[in-house]
């Protein structure tokens, strides 16, 4: 199991730094714990970095736990007709 806390902010300033180290440490788990609850500043590239880790887990059958999902997050995927 991979617990990992996103940080405060989940935009395209950091996205593809983050996805790396995530990505980095997926190689042997089953199962990913992604925290959100610090999340208070995402855009666009932060929904995309959350969707991407659903599709790789799913392709990878690991078990892909949301955690702390904020209002603001829920409030983009709303938008964006998208769940996660």
């Known amino acids: 199991m991979l617990d ?3 940080p405060q902010e989940l ?3 950091n996205v593809n730094q983050l996805l790396d180290q ?3 440490k997926l190689k042997t788990v ?3 714990n992604l925290d ?3 999340v ?3 855009d666009s ?3 995309a970095l959350l969707l991407e880790l659903k ?3 799913s392709k990878q059958n690991i078990k892909l736990d949301l955690q702390n999902v904020s209002a603001s997050i829920y409030a983009l995927c709303e938008l964006y007709a998208i769940k996660i």
């Open 4 to 6: 990992f806390a996103l």
């Open 11 to 13: 935009t395209n300033a």
């Open 22 to 24: 995530i990505l980095a």
């Open 30 to 32: 089953e199962s990913l």
């Open 36 to 38: 959100c609850g610090q």
């Open 40 to 42: 208070v500043n995402i």
């Open 45 to 47: 590239a932060g929904i």
């Open 55 to 57: 599709s790789i887990t």
